[in-house]
C-alpha cells in the first residue's frame, strides 16, 4: 500500500508527465489498428470513399511519414517556444507548460497517427490475399490526420497564449486563487492566533531528519502527522515551511521525545519533497512567480513596466482574496485540546513583503509602477480587517521613501 508521500508524488508525476498521454494514445492506435481491419474483413458495405490497392498503400504512406517530420517539427517549435517563455518571463512556468494537456493531446494525436497509419499499411494486400482493401481502416487514417489537423492549430493557439504576458500573468493569478481556496477556505472573522516556541514542551526534544535526497517541501498531510502524534502522545513540530528546502540529513521535525522507528517512518511518510515548489498546499508560490515576472520585466535588459503592471494586477487580486480569508495559525490538537501538531504558515504580513519588497525596490523608479503600487494599496486598505491595517500602512510608508530616495 502506498504511503500518502508516494501517492502525492505519484499523482504529481501522472500531471506532469509529458510522454504518459501520448503512450495511451499509441497503445489505442495500436489496439485500433489490429480490431478496424478485422471489422472491414466482416463487413460487406463500403465507406463513402474507396481505394485501390495502389492508392490505398501510397495514402498510408505519405500518412506514415509525413506524420513523423510533422511531428520533429513541433518538437522543434515548442522548444523554442519554451526558452523564450522562460528567459522572457521565468523558468517556474514551465511546470505549468509541463502539466497543460493540450501539449500532450496534440503529440499523442500526431504519434497515434504515424503508428496507426503504418500498422494498417500491413493490412493492406496482404500475403493471403493481394486484393484486400481495409476500406474502412484506411478511412480512419484520413480522420486521424484531420483530427491531427485540428490539434496543431489547438496547440499553436495554446503556445502562442503562453507566450503573451497578459495570458501567463491571468494562468498565474488563477492558480493562485484556487490554491487559496483550497487552503484558506474559511472568512476573516477574528485575528488569527499564532503560536511561539513557549506553545512546544522545551525539555527532552528529539529531531527527524531528512534521510533521502534534498528536496523542496511540496506538500504535507496535516491530519496524518496529528493522528500519529496523538496515538504516539507526542508532539511534533514541522520545522520547513512548504516551499522551503531541506538539505539530506537536515531536521525536518522536532518532537517531545524519542520516537520508535515505526512512528519515525509515519511521521516522515507524511510530508513530500520534490525537485521544485508546487501550488496544492503553497498559495505563496503564484505569489512568487508573479514577483519573478515583473521584477524580470523591470530590469534593465527588458525594461517593461507594462508587464510589471500587469503582474499586479493579479497580485492585487490575490491579496484582496486573502484578504478576507482567515490565515491558519498552524496547529492541531487532539480531542482533550492538547496541542500535538504545528507547522508554520506566512502571516500577513510576510505575503505582504513578497508581493511588494523586490517590486517596490527595482520599480521605485518607474512612474507607473509606483503608481500602480499605491493604487493596490489603497484597495487594501479599504477591503483588509482593522488588525491587518498596519501592515497594509507599513509598505505605504515603506513605498513612498523608496520612491523619495529614487528622485531626491
Known amino acids: 500500500?502506498?504511503?500518502?508521500?508516494?501517492?502525492?508524488?505519484?499523482?504529481?508525476?501522472?500531471?506532469?508527465?509529458?510522454?504518459?498521454?501520448?503512450?495511451?494514445?499509441?497503445?489505442?492506435?495500436?489496439?485500433?489498428?489490429?480490431?478496424?481491419?478485422?471489422?472491414?474483413?466482416?463487413?460487406?458495405?463500403?465507406?463513402?470513399?474507396?481505394?485501390?490497392?495502389?492508392?490505398?498503400?501510397?495514402?498510408?504512406?505519405?500518412?506514415?511519414?509525413g506524420m513523423i517530420a510533422f511531428t520533429g517539427f513541433v518538437f522543434s517549435m515548442l522548444i523554442l517556444a519554451v526558452q523564450f517563455g522562460s528567459s522572457a518571463f521565468t523558468?517556474?512556468?514551465?511546470?505549468?507548460?509541463?502539466?497543460?494537456?493540450?501539449?500532450?493531446?496534440?503529440?499523442?494525436?500526431?504519434?497515434?497517427?504515424?503508428?496507426?497509419?503504418?500498422?494498417?499499411?500491413?493490412?493492406?494486400?496482404?500475403?493471403?490475399?493481394?486484393?484486400?482493401?481495409?476500406?474502412?481502416?484506411?478511412?480512419?487514417?484520413?480522420?486521424?490526420?484531420?483530427?491531427?489537423v485540428l490539434m496543431f492549430l489547438l496547440l499553436i493557439a495554446s503556445v502562442t497564449g503562453f507566450l503573451r504576458a497578459s495570458r501567463v500573468v491571468a494562468n498565474t493569478g488563477r492558480t493562485g486563487r484556487r490554491a487559496i481556496d483550497a487552503a484558506f477556505p474559511r472568512p476573516a472573522e477574528t485575528p488569527e492566533r499564532s503560536w511561539t516556541d513557549d506553545v512546544f514542551p522545551a525539555a527532552a526534544s528529539y529531531d527527524i531528519t531528512n534521510p533521502g535526497r534534498a528536496g523542496v517541501v511540496q506538500a504535507f498531510d496535516p491530519g496524518g502527522i496529528n493522528a500519529t502524534a496523538e496515538a504516539s502522545s507526542l508532539v511534533v513540530e514541522m520545522l520547513p515551511s512548504v516551499g522551503e528546502f531541506v538539505a539530506h540529513g537536515a531536521a525536518m521535525f522536532r518532537v517531545s521525545e524519542e520516537p520508535d522507528s515505526?512512528?519515525?517512518?509515519?511521521?516522515?511518510?507524511?510530508?513530500?519533497?520534490?525537485?521544485?515548489?508546487?501550488?496544492?498546499?503553497?498559495?505563496?508560490?503564484?505569489?512568487?512567480?508573479?514577483?519573478?515576472?515583473?521584477?524580470?520585466?523591470?530590469?534593465?535588459?527588458?525594461?517593461?513596466?507594462?508587464?510589471?503592471?500587469?503582474?499586479?494586477?493579479q497580485i492585487e487580486d490575490i491579496l484582496l482574496m486573502l484578504a478576507g480569508r482567515r490565515l491558519p495559525d498552524g496547529v492541531y490538537r487532539d480531542g482533550g485540546g492538547e496541542v500535538r501538531f504545528l507547522y508554520r504558515t506566512p502571516r500577513w504580513e510576510e505575503y505582504l513583503d513578497l508581493a511588494f519588497t523586490e517590486i517596490r525596490t527595482y520599480g521605485a523608479d518607474s512612474p507607473q509602477v509606483a503608481r500602480?503600487?499605491?493604487?493596490?494599496?489603497?484597495?487594501?486598505?479599504?477591503?483588509?480587517?482593522?488588525?491587518?491595517l498596519e501592515a497594509v500602512d507599513e509598505q505605504s510608508r515603506l513605498l513612498e521613501e523608496a520612491v523619495a530616495a529614487v528622485n531626491a
Open 1 to 65: 500500500m502506498l504511503t500518502w508521500s508516494q501517492r502525492f508524488r505519484f499523482l504529481e508525476w501522472v500531471r506532469a508527465s509529458t510522454w504518459l498521454i501520448p503512450a495511451a494514445c499509441v497503445a489505442a492506435a495500436i489496439v485500433f489498428a489490429q480490431l478496424l481491419p478485422e471489422f472491414d474483413k466482416r463487413v460487406e458495405a463500403n465507406p463513402p470513399f474507396v481505394y485501390g490497392v495502389a492508392s490505398a498503400q501510397e495514402l498510408l504512406s505519405a500518412i506514415a511519414s
Open 91 to 148: 523558468p517556474r512556468l514551465l511546470r505549468s507548460f509541463d502539466q497543460g494537456y493540450t501539449v500532450k493531446l496534440a503529440l499523442g494525436a500526431f504519434v497515434a497517427t504515424f503508428i496507426y497509419a503504418l500498422l494498417v499499411l500491413s493490412e493492406v494486400a496482404p500475403a493471403d490475399d493481394k486484393n484486400f482493401v481495409p476500406q474502412y481502416s484506411v478511412n480512419a487514417a484520413v480522420v486521424l490526420v484531420g483530427l491531427s
Open 262 to 313: 515505526g512512528t519515525q517512518k509515519q511521521i516522515l511518510d507524511s510530508i513530500a519533497l520534490g525537485e521544485e515548489r508546487t501550488s496544492r498546499q503553497d498559495p505563496a508560490y503564484a505569489l512568487r512567480i508573479l514577483v519573478d515576472i515583473a521584477i524580470k520585466a523591470l530590469s534593465p535588459g527588458i525594461n517593461d513596466p507594462t508587464t510589471a503592471v500587469q503582474a499586479l494586477d
Open 372 to 388: 500602480r503600487l499605491r493604487e493596490v494599496l489603497r484597495s487594501l486598505r479599504a477591503a483588509v480587517p482593522a488588525w491587518r
